[in-house]
């Protein structure tokens, strides 16, 4: 019998020993029996409930709602699965951040820059200097697909997120902008990172103590010339610049 019964066990003892009384006092048959019937009865009953009490208690606990699953509810480790918590705040905060740098990152280096179809004539002029292609956005754009074929593109968007920089006026933008700027280009943990020296990579952790729209100007002059000497010769002379001209000019006889 459980420990928790012993009570009834000895009440039970008890009238067992009253019952064995009863039997050798002839006189007090009747009482003995009522003594020990009841309290047999008592024992039964007792039993019963503690029966119906365990078999009701997992049930129970099942249907309380939250009781059984709070580990895949509860936000935290507190108990609760209120809106309120402190903790789904600071989530919701981190979600609204990473998307509002989302948007920048997406602003920063965007697929292409809306441009016009270029004339005969301006294509011509991208073979007279590098400046010259890179002054227009259908220039850029033809040449930021060659860079792709030579995986090198991460120059030309760093460039141009530099450009966009620095048509930047409001604080907090900048800041972001150029944190961005160098998580994406400069980090060396980053797989679009740009080839700088030493001594420009120094310049622009000095320069983020107090981002500013110039902090990557010494790094954007070094990939422009990067791009300048070792990308613009080979584009030239690539099967993406020659073909524009040949469709281009078949337009312009054509017409």
């Not at 997120?161 to 604080?171: G, I, P, V």
């Amino acid at each position: 019998m459980p420990f928790y019964d012993l009570s009834v066990w000895r009440q039970w003892l008890f009238s067992f020993r009253t019952q064995s009384a009863s039997v050798e006092n002839e006189n007090t048959p009747k009482k003995a029996e009522v003594f020990f019937k009841p309290m047999g009865s008592e024992w039964m009953e007792m039993r019963k409930r503690q029966t119906s009490v365990s078999q009701e208690t997992p049930s129970s606990i099942q249907a309380q709602p939250g009781v059984g699953n709070r580990g895949s509810n509860a936000c935290c480790f507190c108990w609760c699965c209120c809106c309120s918590c402190s903790c789904l705040t600071v989530r919701n905060q981190d979600e609204r951040t990473r998307a509002a740098s989302h948007e920048l990152r997406s602003e920063t280096t965007a697929n292409c820059e809306e441009s016009s179809t270029p004339t005969l004539e301006e294509v011509d002029t991208w073979a007279q200097s590098f400046d010259k292609l890179m002054k227009t956005p259908a220039g850029r754009n033809a040449f930021r697909e060659f860079l792709r074929t030579e995986f090198s593109e991460e120059n030309m968007l760093f460039w141009m997120a530099c450009e966009d920089l620095k048509r930047e006026s409001n604080k907090s933008v900048i800041e972001e902008k150029t944190r961005l700027i160098y998580e994406d280009y400069i980090s060396i943990l980053s797989p679009k990172e740009v080839s700088l020296d030493s001594r420009v990579r120094e310049v622009i952790n000095r320069n983020m103590l107090e981002p500013s729209q110039h902090t990557f100007d010494d790094a954007q002059l070094q990939i422009y010339t990067l791009m300048h000497r070792d990308s613009y010769p080979r584009f030239m002379n690539s099967a993406i610049y020659k073909d524009l001209i040949e469709s281009l000019s078949k337009k312009s006889a054509e017409a």
